[in-house]
């Protein structure tokens, strides 16, 4: 098998680097731990590799740990490159194509106009977040990116010289950053992917007009190719929800690097456009511009920063070239400029805004008491406020003096929107996307930021964010009368109304099946609602990598959502690793959205329709039951105590990985702690707790033979259970074992107690879920999933050395004064290799 001869191969090279840099000793220590580990995952003893790992110098800790972290590095590039290879075999056969989805509307009845009318109305929105579990530095990446270009050749000794050389750099240069990213590095990070996915584009765009062409005869409306229902966004430079370093002026740094990007791609295509369009416009008559002269002037206008109607233009050279026959000019030189102007334009992404909504209520009260129209607003009651703000959006004054400087809170509020005002008059409004109000528990959250915007004379559209379990379950309701008020209905016009819905708080806050039904009701209840005050409507999916923050496979989450709540299309947050693994090559990034696409198209198009109604009560009974067993574990007086002592969360906040802090402002709770550690230290652990803790209630209350039932007929059950496999499959006791027994290092004998008692809990029902999902799927653990399954196979045994290091390093660092600094650089170490080891950390 190719995958496993490349992977021999780098270990092979890895191991030559390790001998030549450290010496003969270090890589017989390497080699010794791999088999002894080996031998305790078999069943065997344990005494003697926890004398080794006792008996390691901090330095050699350190490497130790290095060595196994690099293996995965090169083994996730050789597992990536395998998924290029048989993704360009399957050409043509692979599921879930475009072309599947269009022969799924013609299945459905749809006619050709339909279809199109379809697609017209729909939009897919990627939007780049910086969440970041993905730690490696830039120049890392490079390296890799470096080494992933050899791999084609791998058996060729120039090519293994040329990765020697790349690991033999990588050996000694310092993986970890020594001071945490900046706004600008994240906004930077998140746009080296942008290449990848601009040169899968335009072959995706004509993947879907080849397709209709294939299933209905014909092509695109208006002799142009079907236009793909696509657009990116970003969260990074606009998210200032407890990011201090989200100022004013990092939004104005990120939307310039954005128009730069933009400016680049373009001039680029449209150069190599220019080069190869060569021939005569017949129909040209004299003085008329050719298609030379056309996109030579395109191409000025976008190299001088002008705006210019680029996809009108090149649309009418593309419509040109089809008349006079040319299709393969139009489609094969011509459409990659058409497609990156359709799809980025001049502004690249839409920046949105985020702010928690305490921060806006703040500084709308500050905006109301300096015009005098209350003194305290935030003392108000709802119907009070609703009162004021819907006055307030009947006129048009500015509250602010003219001329007078902002104060300090209303400059940090207002800023942000003054920046993206200005660079929507320079490239177009599409620069910026929307304004997303963070834990929105009521009507007000969501029209104060339209007070903040008039400041500016800008029109913003809020978006509700919720993310509670009690914010989603309220969330329909909110809804309801945010569209019943006319103030509201007049600003927002005939545009889409946007509900964010969030995955990960709403698991932290209750557990991984209640969040999920309590996000399947919110849609299903919320779109009734829209669909009722005749008002369209888009879902935004605040997903993240891990199962318990809604990751999994896209296409699979997309079409596990409700029937009939995908109206105008859906917007979906790409964050952490996910870039990487998704859009790093081309064929990647053609394929993943290829996929998510097709879920959108073919869920979009299936009616409204409830699931039966003994399905739907015995979810909300398994819902609070699984909820209530989560939240008596999570609120047992001894988990705090437990969490912080048997995961690594205390070095995780060390990790320079983000600009964000890693709790929300206020005294250490695990409610203001933010997810992704949340997520990532139970993963650090092998526990995964957030990704199927309570789930073993929730099928008891349903009973297995209508959870069987249930996972056979209904996509969105389905969907669950086997994201909760996947979670169930990385899941190792035996790992979480040897953390729970840093437990002995507790300050006081009743911490111990307790801890233990909470370990075995979950060790408990890690075995009952693993045999009721079981019972339920049919069969062992991924079953139908045998690729993923032998990965986490092959994985184990080199992850475990990792796992046993960090381990040995948090005993030392927390039983020794000052440990934690004096072993810090050698834990951030194994954190970085066990999520690279694992994948989907975050």
Not at 91 to 100: D, F, I, V
Not at 460 to 476: C, Q, R, S
Request: charged share 25%; proline share 5%; net charge negative.
């Amino acid at each position: 098998m190719a995958l496993n001869r490349d992977v021999s191969t780098l270990g092979r090279l890895l191991g030559q680097v390790l001998r030549e840099q450290e010496g003969e000793a270090f890589f017989e220590l390497v080699e010794k731990t791999r088999a002894l580990v080996r031998e305790v995952r078999a069943g065997g003893d344990s005494a003697e590799l926890s004398g080794l790992l006792r008996g390691l110098s901090r330095e050699e800790a350190s490497n130790l740990a290095r060595a196994f972290s690099w293996y995965f590095q090169l083994v996730n590039l050789a597992e990536e490159y395998e998924r290029v290879r048989v993704l360009r075999e399957r050409q043509g056969t692979r599921p879930q194509s475009l072309l599947q989805a269009v022969e799924e509307l013609h299945r459905q009845g749809l006619s050709a106009a339909e279809a199109h009318e379809l697609l017209a109305t729909l939009q897919l929105e990627l939007t780049f977040t910086a969440h970041p579990t993905e730690m490696r530095r830039r120049t890392v990446r490079q390296h890799l990116v470096d080494v992933v270009e050899q791999l084609p050749r791998l058996d060729e000794e120039e090519a293994q010289e040329r990765v020697l050389a790349h690991i033999e750099a990588l050996w000694g240069t310092p993986e970890l950053r020594r001071i945490k990213p900046t706004v600008a590095d994240e906004v930077k990070a998140g746009l080296t992917y942008i290449s990848s996915i601009a040169r899968a584009l335009p072959v995706l765009e004509r993947d879907l007009d080849r397709a209709f062409a294939a299933v209905y005869g014909e092509r695109g409306a208006a002799g142009i190719s079907t236009q793909l229902p696509l657009r990116f966004s970003s969260w990074m430079g606009g998210d200032r929800d407890g990011n201090p370093f989200v100022t004013p002026q990092a939004t104005r740094a990120a939307l310039e690097l954005h128009r730069q990007r933009a400016r680049d791609l373009l001039a680029a295509a449209l150069r190599q456009a220019y080069a190869d369009v060569s021939q005569e416009d017949l129909q040209a008559g004299e003085g008329q511009p050719t298609y030379r002269d056309e996109l030579l002037a395109l191409f000025q206008a976008v190299q001088r920063g002008e705006a210019a109607d680029l996809s009108p233009r090149l649309g009418r050279v593309y419509r040109q070239l089809l008349e006079q026959g040319q299709r393969r000019t139009a489609e094969e030189l011509l459409l990659p400029a058409l497609t990156l102007a359709r799809v980025f334009g001049q502004h690249l992404v839409s920046l949105d805004i985020r702010e928690h909504s305490s921060q806006t209520g703040r500084a709308v009260a500050e905006l109301l008491q300096a015009s005098g129209v209350t003194q305290d607003y935030l003392a108000l009651d709802e119907d009070a406020r609703l009162a004021l703000l819907s006055a307030e959006l009947r006129s048009r004054r500015p509250l602010w003096p003219a001329g007078e400087p902002l104060t300090e809170t209303l400059e940090t509020a207002i800023g942000p929107i003054r920046e993206v005002q200005a660079a929507a008059r320079e490239v177009g409004p599409a620069a910026f996307g929307h304004y997303v109000v963070s834990m929105s528990e009521s009507v007000s959250d969501v029209l104060e930021p339209l007070l903040l915007a008039r400041e500016v004379g800008f029109r913003i559209l809020p978006v509700p964010l919720f993310e509670t379990l009690d914010d989603l379950e309220g969330a329909p309701d909110i809804v309801a009368r945010l569209l019943a008020l006319p103030e509201y209905r007049a600003h927002l016009g005939s545009d889409v109304q946007e509900i964010m819905l969030g995955y990960s708080d709403s698991n932290k806050d209750a557990g991984f099946l209640a969040a999920n039904w309590a996000l399947h009701e919110a849609q299903r209840r919320i779109s009734a609602v829209c669909r009722e005050a005749g008002v369209r409507w888009r879902f935004f999916h605040g997903r993240g990598t891990s199962i318990g923050r809604g990751g999994g496979p896209a296409s699979r989450a997309i079409l596990g959502q409700p029937a009939g709540t995908i109206d105008a299309g859906l917007r979906i947050t790409e964050q952490g690793e996910a870039l990487a693994d998704k859009y790093s090559h081309p064929v990647l990034a053609r394929r993943n959205l290829e996929q998510a696409l097709y879920g959108m198209i073919v869920a979009a198009a299936r009616p409204p329709q409830d699931p039966p109604a003994e399905w739907m009560d015995a979810l909300d009974r398994a819902a609070r039951a699984a909820a209530a067993a989560y939240r008596a574990f999570v609120q047992d007086p001894a988990f705090l105590p437990f969490f912080e002592q048997v995961t690594p969360i205390h070095e995780i906040s060390r990790l320079n990985i983000a600009s964000r802090p890693v709790r929300r402002p206020g005294n250490p709770t695990l409610s203001n702690l933010r997810a992704i550690p949340w997520v990532m230290s139970w993963t650090q652990t092998r526990a995964n707790l957030p990704g199927w803790y309570g789930l073993n209630i929730g099928l008891r209350e349903i009973g297995t033979e209508q959870a069987r039932q249930m996972y056979a007929e209904w996509p969105f059950f389905r969907a669950v259970l086997d994201n909760a496999q996947m979670s169930l499959a990385k899941t190792d006791p035996a790992i979480f074992r040897e953390y729970a027994a840093l437990l002995a290092g507790a300050d006081t004998p009743e911490a111990v107690e307790g801890g233990r008692a909470l370990a075995g809990i979950i060790e408990e029902a890690y075995r009952d879920t693993v045999a009721l999902v079981g019972e339920v799927v049919g069969g062992e653990l991924l079953a139908r999933e045998p690729r993923l399954a032998q990965s986490i196979l092959l994985r184990n045994p080199y992850v475990d050395p990792i796992h046993r290091i960090q381990i040995e390093l948090l005993r030392r660092a927390r039983a020794e004064e000052g440990g934690l600094d004096r072993y810090e650089h050698a834990l951030m170490l194994t954190l970085q290799g066990i999520s690279a080891g694992v994948r989907n950390t975050g």
